[in-house]
Every structure is written in C-alpha cells, then in structure tokens.
RNA sequence: UCCUCAGUAGCUCAACGGCAGAGCGACCGGCUGUUAACCGGUAGGUUGCAGGUUCGAAUCCUGCCUGGGGAGCCA
C-alpha cells in the first residue's frame, strides 16, 4: 500500500488504476446512505477533492466512517478505481479508513458558502477552502515564475537590505527599528531621542523600496532584480494596500525608458502564460467562481501590444473622451483613479503604458526629459487593479541629479554613495517595482490585497 | 486621514417602534452511486459595546469598537 498524493494520482491515474493506494488529507464533505457514503479529501497538493467510497459490506466500522466529520484528517486506503463516466476522472474504493485527527462539529469551515471577511477572521483555517488553496498555490506558482523569467535572461537575483538607514527617499511613511526603551529613550540636548545609542547608532526604519541598492548592483552586473517583502506605514484603507507586501524591483544598465518598458511588458506576458500553463485547474477556477472573464482578458493580453502613451497624451485622451469626472483633468496634476480607469477600461480596454509625467509629481532619482518639466518615467495601469508598476529611467547626469535633490528637499550627504554611482562609471539605467500582490490580484481576479496575502499586515490588524 | 454603508443563531441575511424569523451549516432519522446530494425532524439568540429617548427599542438618538466600499497616499 504505497502513500501517494492526489498530484501523483491526477499526473498518471492509468498507472494507479486498480492498485492499491493510501492518501492522506482532510475530509471537505461526507455524505453517508444506508450501505455506502463517499467522502470528499483534499489532500492539499491538487486543487481537486479525491472522493473515497466506502460501503458497509467491506467495512465493519462503517458507522465510525459515517460519523467522521468535516475538517477530520484521515488515512484512506484502498484500489484507485477510474471512473471516466462519473464527474471526477478517478475514486478510491476504501478498505481501510483512519481517523488521524478529529474535528469537532463547530469547526468554521463547513461545505456552504462563506465570505471573504469571515474566513480573513479565520486566516489559519481559510487555506483549507477551495478559493484560498487556489491562491497560495497560484501565489506560490507565480513567485517562482518571476524567478524563472530572469534567472533565463541572466539576471542577478540581489537581496536588498529590509533595514536601512536611508528614509531619503520619501516613497512612503516608514516603520522605525529600534532596540531603544520607547519609555526611556535617551534624549540629546534639545530633547529629541538621540539615536546615536540605539542599535545601529542612527535612525533606522524598515525598507520602503530596494531601488537605491538595485542601481548599486545593476551599475555592476548589469541587469538585476530583487524580490522581497516591503514595509509601508501609510494609514492607507482600501483593498489594494498593505502594510507588508512584496515587491520585484529590477534595474537594468545601458538601458533607456523604451528597454524598461519592452522588459516590463515581457515580463508580464511571461508570467500570464506561465500560470495559464501551469495552473491550469486554478485559473479555471477563478475564471469560473471569482471573475468571469478572466482567462479571456489574460489571453487577450498575451496577444496583443500593450498601449504606450505619454502623460500630455493621456491627459488629451481623457479630456476629448467625453466622461464627467469628479476631479478635473489637468495638465501638471497627477492622474485620479478615475482617470486611469478610464484609460485602461473604456478608451485601451487593456495595460497601457504612461510616460513622461510632470517632473514635480515624480521622484527625484527620475531622468529630467529635454523640455525639462518632464520626467522619464512610466507607470503600467491595468484595468480594475490600477497601477500595477511603477518606474523610470534614473538621473545619471550629476549636475542635474544634484539640482533634483536641491530641488525635492534630499539631502545629498546622506545618499554620498548614491551619487559616487554617477561619479565613477556612471551610465544611463532604469528599472521599476513591480507589486507582487497587485499582479497576483490582476492574474486570479480576486479584488481584494488581504485575500492573495496568507496572513496580511493593514492598518489595525496584525494577527496570526 | 476623509466620506459612506453595515454589525441580529456557527455562516448569509430578514424583521425597521409592539411575540426575534428564514436559508445554509450542525445534530438526529430516512434514502442502493452521491457530487457544496436529496427528504423529514431537533437544537441553536445578552440583536457589537456603553449610555439616552419611549408605556415599550434589534428598530430612534449620542459616543465608542469592528468590518466592507469609495477617496487620498502608492506597489
């Protein structure tokens, strides 16, 4: 009686067929009659249930088999029957079923439907449903693909600090790290907390963004990335935000605003593939129980050019497309949600790229375009999600880098190294951060950020 | 942080100033192949918390807490 899991059963039933089997798992449903009952087991490495049929006549203690309830973990053993005429491909047929682990009757998850807001509540059962198995398996999926696509193209995977001394950059508010007593925090002499004596003798504070380190190995390897988890203390409340979530950041040297962007592009055709591939069963599932015409957009996506517009154009576009907004549009102002809804879902109806924004709404590290109000940046909308990447074309001209920080309030002597990058072999670079959340979201459809995070960190709510 | 909606049985909701209900789930029973089965029955409540108005409050008012949605910030 060999162990197997339902993947090995689902890869290769033919070969299994007839033989005697044991799988292990949890009981989603079991519904008895007078001789016979089934049960359905999802053993966690396929999507699909694994039904096990037991009859009274094979086993003694059918009333115990009957009685087990859903959540029990159980060991079932017996021959692996096809059954091609029947709605799944394949059943096991019990001579043995075992109780490993009972589950009382109040047990949260029960075969009926429940919210999404009640199963965040119970964050270490909701994995055992069938959308959540969905999408950590997806999730999991999705972060190797990132992975594959470029370690291929030789890219170097760097593993940027997550505590940092720099909060130069002003991408966000941040999350102080610190060994200090908060009660008895030494003071200087005006009173403020001297950090001097805490851990790292600064000020320190969880990363916001491994940009500034990424430069520093893209101007040696050329072409980098990292991959890793991201600390915002924005008192943000809204289904795409969180307090810790992950984020791909790649950096490229000797490239221009176009090469990021025909990598972003790329990148995100290689990963809707990869999952349509791959994860077959689950994006079926999403397509059918979560967003209806999911699988056709993605196809859609993969076979079409994305939309490459710059911001004046944008700001054209939306003004000539006849549509009442609440927020005017505006040469110099950033755009609303609305607007890049507008964009995305009524004028492309898919990604669309959007270039050279207004250089004051920007970042300080972004390339100054020739007509000088502009920046080389762009930014990937996406319907329903929005903005999905962020990114630019760096400053590596000195001078005008120097007048930047001069001009965004950045004090140059805390980013020396930032501008030594420019100083010796310095070369044109560019990159974006890609939020690994957001692009999980836009791939299964799920419109909430706290249900593709196994257990998410947000504004008053840090449990598990 | 601002705006807005909601909180009633384990879950999803109804009752909207006058006896607190349904569906699902659970439990018990029935059913010879079920598919979140089906049929019959049983149990299940400090109506988020604190105060107020009223003869009477789940219902109206005030404050707080929690959750959803929208906006801003962004990925």
């Not at 176009?258 to 055709?269: I, P, T």
């Not at 967003?291 to 076979?303: A, C, F, P, S, Y």
Request: charged share 25%.
């Amino acid at each position: 009686m060999d162990k197997v899991t339902v993947r090995q059963l689902a890869a290769d039933a033919e070969y299994f067929a007839d033989k005697e089997v044991t799988v292990n798992g949890w009981i989603r449903n079991n519904r008895d009659q007078k001789s016979f009952g089934f049960i359905a087991l999802n053993d966690g490495t396929h999507f699909n249930t694994i039904q096990i049929v037991y009859e009274k006549d094979f086993l003694p203690y059918y009333e115990q088999v009957a009685a087990m309830r859903v959540g029990s973990a159980i060991s079932a053993t017996g021959k692996l029957v096809l059954t091609p005429e029947a709605r799944q491909p394949f059943e096991i047929k019990a001579s043995e079923v075992r109780l490993e682990g009972d589950s009382p009757s109040d047990y949260p998850i029960q075969p009926k439907r429940h919210s999404r807001e009640f199963l965040r509540e119970v964050a270490h059962l909701r994995p055992r449903t069938n959308l959540f198995n969905a999408v950590f398996r997806v999730r999991s999926l999705l972060a190797f693909a990132i992975h594959k696509f470029f370690q291929e193209k030789g890219f170097i995977y760097l593993h940027s600090p997550i505590i940092t001394a720099n909060d130069a950059e002003g991408a966000g508010e941040l999350f102080r790290v610190t060994t200090l007593d908060p009660k008895e925090s030494p003071l200087t002499d005006n009173g403020s907390v001297d950090y001097s004596s805490d851990f790292f003798g600064k000020k320190t504070n969880l990363t916001v963004s491994g940009q500034l380190e990424a430069e520093i190995f893209a101007l040696a390897f050329k072409d980098v990335y990292t991959f890793g988890p991201t600390f915002r203390a924005e008192n943000s409340n809204t289904p795409r935000h969180a307090a810790e979530f992950w984020m791909i950041e790649p950096e490229i040297a000797f490239a221009d605003l176009n090469d990021n962007m025909d990598l972003a592009e790329e990148m995100v055709r290689y990963l809707i593939n990869y999952l349509l591939e791959e994860a077959e069963t689950e994006m079926d599932f999403f397509n059918q129980f979560v967003d209806k015409g999911l699988k056709e957009r993605l196809q859609n996506i993969v076979g079409s050019e994305f939309a490459r517009i710059s911001y004046t154009e944008a700001i054209g576009k939306l003004k000539k497309a006849g549509q009442k907004f609440e927020y005017p549009v505006e040469w110099g102002k950033d755009l609303q949600t609305e607007h890049e809804r507008c964009l995305t879902e009524k004028i492309y109806k898919k990604p669309v790229f959007v270039t050279g924004y207004p250089r004051d709404i920007k970042a300080f590290y972004m390339r100054v375009n020739d007509d000088q109000k502009t920046v080389a940046a762009m930014d990937l909308l996406v319907p329903v999600v929005g903005e999905i990447i962020g990114g630019s074309q760096r400053e590596e001209r000195t001078e005008v880098l120097e007048e930047s920080m001069a001009h965004f309030n950045i004090n140059r002597d805390d980013l020396w190294w930032y501008m030594e990058l420019r100083k010796y072999g310095g070369v044109k670079h560019a990159g974006f951060g890609l939020g690994f959340e957001r692009m999980l979201m836009y791939l299964t459809g799920v419109g909430n950020i706290r249900d593709v995070i196994p257990f998410p960190r947000t504004v008053s709510s840090c449990e598990f």
